[in-house]
C-alpha cells in the first residue's frame, strides 16, 4: 500500500506495479548524478529528450525509495521489457507526481467535484 502522504506512489512497469518514493534526498542524487536540475530534467523527458541512463538513474532512486532493491541492470531489464516509450511515461507520471503541490491538487479535485 502506498501513503501519497509520504510522497509513496505505485508506479506500473509492465506486468509489475512497484512502490516509489522520491525524497528530497533522492531528488539531490539524481541532480547529483546527472548534473542537471530535476525540474529542468522534468521537462526534458515531458517532451521525450531523455536518455535511457537517465530514466535507469531516476527509476532506480524512486524504487529504491520505495523499499525495492533493483539494481541497475534490473532496471535496464525492465525497461527493455516495457520499452523506452512506457518506461519514459511512467517516469514522467512520477516526477510530475513529485513535483506537485499536493495542497494545490486536492483543491483542483475540490472544485472539479463542486462543478459535478
Given at each position: ?65 520505495g523499499g525495492n532493491d533493483l539494481t541497475d541492470k534490473d532496471i535496464g531489464r525492465i ?38
Amino acid at each position: 500500500m502506498t501513503n501519497p502522504l509520504r510522497g509513496e506512489v505505485k508506479v506500473e512497469l509492465g506486468s509489475e506495479t512497484y512502490k516509489a518514493r522520491l525524497n528530497i534526498d533522492a531528488l539531490v542524487r539524481i541532480e547529483t548524478e546527472l548534473d542537471q536540475g530535476i525540474l529542468m530534467l522534468a521537462s526534458r523527458i515531458s517532451r521525450a529528450d531523455v536518455r535511457i541512463s537517465e530514466l535507469i538513474v531516476i527509476l532506480k532512486s524512486a524504487l529504491r525509495g520505495g523499499g525495492n532493491d533493483l539494481t541497475d541492470k534490473d532496471i535496464g531489464r525492465i525497461i527493455t521489457d516495457i520499452g523506452i516509450v512506457k518506461a519514459s511515461t511512467e517516469v514522467a507520471k512520477l516526477l510530475a507526481t513529485t513535483l506537485s503541490d499536493p495542497e494545490e491538487k486536492e483543491e483542483r479535485e475540490g472544485k472539479l467535484e463542486e462543478v459535478n
